[in-house]
């Protein structure tokens, strides 16, 4: 089993940990921390794995945590698929096309929203569900979602493992609703790929916005964002160039991810798979 503890990185004190999350001094004062604080500041998207299991044990306490975050009105409107078998990770990563660290993974979280079991649970009383139609409700299950796979994705990191959250399981839910099976009034949101990190991966913590273009006081600010994109601009610049990726730009990134609808990878269509699942989300 991995231990963090281990972990040079853990030795560096917040006020360090705060710098790499932005790339360059943070501008306010970073006061006192907690070890919860530190290893948030301390993730990193996890893409290449060691051999080496998730066990059963440590899987039920991850999903423990998860189910421990907050949820609308206690509907607690997700599933978690966990996926193991090779052969079932090799076609979903193919269908998603192609990711070696789903293929590579312990295992594979996939969070479904799931309305299913609710229906099931009123009709049992004799209760009709006449609410699923509704866009709030889809909504619901993936906030919730969301909520609970950070929480997941921060115990296993607690525990010395890594991962990576892999939208693209929204790229062909039709496949990933054969694959795993999954009923009316249940859609896959999102997928967390978990396992034991190699050290050896050319990746860091990857710097973020200042706070000035995110934190607002009051009321919302719609010129904070101008001197601190211009910033991060040339950060995320200096970040990737360390990697030998030279002449990166987030700002043309943000214009190829959302200029056209190339950029969804097939997720216009998201109306129309949600409404095949009884989701139609008016």
């Known amino acids: 089993m991995p231990n963090p503890a281990t972990d040079t990185e853990t030795q560096a004190d917040t006020r360090d940990l705060v710098e790499r999350r ?29 051999p080496g299991d998730v066990t059963d044990e440590q899987l039920r306490l991850i999903v423990a945590a998860a189910q421990s975050g907050s949820t609308s009105s206690n509907l607690q409107a997700w599933s978690i698929i966990a996926v193991r078998d090779r052969e079932r990770l090799l076609r979903i990563s193919k269908a998603l096309g192609g990711h070696p660290y789903i293929e590579r993974a312990s295992v594979f979280l996939i969070w479904v929203a799931d309305f299913q079991r609710a229906a099931q649970i009123a009709g049992r009383r004799g209760e009709e569900v006449k609410t699923l139609h509704y866009l709030e409700n889809t909504l619901v ?65 990857k ?47 943000l214009g190829r991810r959302l200029g056209t609808e190339r950029g969804l990878y097939g997720r216009q269509h998201m109306r129309a798979w949600l409404a095949a699942q009884g989701l139609p989300s008016e």
């Open 141 to 205: 299950s993936f906030v919730d979602a969301g909520i609970a796979g950070q929480n997941a994705l921060l115990a296993a990191e607690s525990l010395g493992f890594g991962g990576v959250f892999v939208g693209s399981v929204r790229n062909d839910p039709d496949a990933l609703v054969d694959e795993l099976a999954l009923p009316p009034y249940t859609f896959p949101i999102v997928g967390i790929a978990l396992g034991v990190p190699d050290p050896d991966e050319p990746a860091g913590t």
């Open 207 to 253: 710097p973020r916005l200042p706070q000035r273009a995110v934190l607002h006081e009051e009321q919302y600010d719609a010129e904070a964002w101008r001197d601190a994109a211009d910033e991060y601009e040339q950060t995320l610049a200096d970040y990737y160039a360390g990697y030998d990726r030279n002449n990166y730009s987030w700002a043309f990134t």
């Open 22 to 50: 932005y790339g360059t001094e943070p501008g306010f004062d970073v006061g006192e921390s907690t070890d919860v604080i530190d290893l948030q500041l301390r993730h990193r998207s996890v893409r290449r794995f060691l």
